[in-house]
């Protein structure tokens, strides 16, 4: 039931004139960073090159990607609940024989599947090199994955906000506070410090290098349990009233 | 020709008694809510059977919606259980959820999709196959009158229109239970008229509860009643009136009313105005007993008119007057 629910939800989004404007922006944007990145990698003096052209493209072309992803996520988390709380289409989930967690998670799922889309197009337009150069596709699987986790996370939080409030525009300035909160807790805190530790930059920053460690996966995955369980948590408490 | 008899006869008797001996299809008990320390339902017992129409009468704000939202899981009750088709609406929500059929007092539509893909995905969600989501959404739409607004954009509909996408959406699956919050809120007196037939026709074969806070509309569909008053029941019981026992009278004389109370099958008498009075009758008495005992007297009657005890004077009486 749960993937019944996210590709119904995920069908319903692409309908929508602003998924389709969201994809068309999000790839003009990579490709422009993309062929950005190649022409400064090719004008560069050979002894200046410290790090090879992959490494060029998980900084730039991924690093892209990731502010992509924090922009875009909140406008899709934001009708995931707080705009069907307020048109009332929340109903029509609520009174279908499904669990509160099927709910959550089919909509979850839903915006994966489309975020996904925005995940593949660095790594695609990185394999058009393929023939003209030697990639490390190592470093562009860890850097695909780090963003695919990324927008879990990120996912994860919108959706915790969405489900608090009825009104749209209060869950997306939500949204973006908590977002560019965990973005900048690691710039005026110590290195060893918990607080730092949880900005994700940093984490994601290993990855996009080609470093997947098992503590930045660890991260991830625990940024998006805490943040769906207390969103489950929330709208179970939402139903008791 | 005997033999066929026999067959619809045995048929009549069966289903007589398929339906006598079916557990009531909703059974709501001791069913309270409150928000925060505001108690805004008090502890309701409500049934539902098989062919009833029950209406929720209330004026605004009398708890109507909290109940109808609490009957289709949508809101969990502070006390108290629901039972749907024998499955425990808290304890194996799943179960129960697949009889009821649900329109809020907002149909909740998706107003960027067009009326098929809607319902399919209604149907979809409801666990039907796409096979059955086809034969389910030609039904629906048949039922509703859609037949004509497959393609069209749910946002581009009149209300009218919007509202039967509702009431198809809480239909599509088939269930035991349909509730319906407020169904003819904002439609025209032709809609209005088709929304009731439909309703009508839904409880040939299910149970529905319905809302309003409109007395025609509950008097025109419903066969039982309950009215809220600030959460708390009133009034619960059939819609058509009680016994007959008020009449207005008008005599050729003009007698004491003194003397008209003093009739063996009179309670009471009071002067209306000149030649009006209004007689109470003896329980168990008739009309046509008041009528010798008026002619045995020399009177004449001129006029004896019933005074109905309509929905309307039920409901004040009910809301102002407290158990009625």
Known sequence: ????????????????????????????????QFLGTL???????????????????????FGLASVLILIITPILTTRSF????????????????????????????????FQILIVLAPLLLSLTLFNGTQLDLGLLASASLGLLLLSGSFTAIGLFISVQSDNPGIAAAGSYGLLLLISLLDQHTGGGSFIHWLAWPSHYLDMQLGLVRSSDLAFFLLLLLFFLGLALHRLDKRRRG | MFGDALQWLFNILTTTCI?????????????SRSFHTTEVVEPLDLQLAARDILGLLGPNGAGKSTIMRMLSGDLSPSGGRIKICGYDLLLQPKQ??????????RPPLHRDQSVDEFLSDCACLRGLTREQTRQARLAAKRRCGLEQTGRRLIRKLSKGFQQRVGLAQAIIHDPQVVILDEPTDG?????????????????????????SHILPEIQATCNRLVILQQGKRVYSGEITPPEQLCYRLALEQNPDQALIAA???VVSAERLHSDYFRVTLETGSRPSELVRQILEQGWGVCELTPETVSLEQLFLQATTGGEA
């Not at chain 1, 705009?83 to 998670?105: C, D, K, M, V």
């Open chain 2, 187 to 211: 439609l025209d007196p032709a809609q209005i008229r088709q929304v009731r037939e439909l309703i009508r026709e839904l409880a040939d074969e299910r149970g529905v509860i319905l809302s």
């Open chain 1, 1 to 32: 039931m749960i993937w019944r629910l996210a590709w119904i939800e995920w069908r319903r989004l692409m309908r929508t004139p602003l998924a389709w404007i969201v994809l068309g922006l999000g790839l003009c944007l990579l490709s422009w």
């Open chain 2, 19 to 31: 339906l006598l001996s079916m557990p009531s299809l909703l059974t709501a008990t001791k069913l």
């Open chain 2, 96 to 105: 129960a959820k697949r009889h009821i059929g649900y329109l809020p007092e």
């Open chain 1, 39 to 61: 022409e400064a990698f090719s004008g560069m003096p050979a002894n200046h090159r410290n790090l090879g052209l992959s490494h060029h493209l998980g900084m730039q072309l």
């Open chain 1, 82 to 113: 707080s705009e069907a709380f307020r048109n009332g289409s929340y109903a029509l989930l609520s009174s279908a024989p499904l669990s509160t967690l099927t709910i959550l998670l089919g909509k979850f799922l839903a915006i994966q599947l």
């Open chain 2, 263 to 265: 009739l063996p099958a």
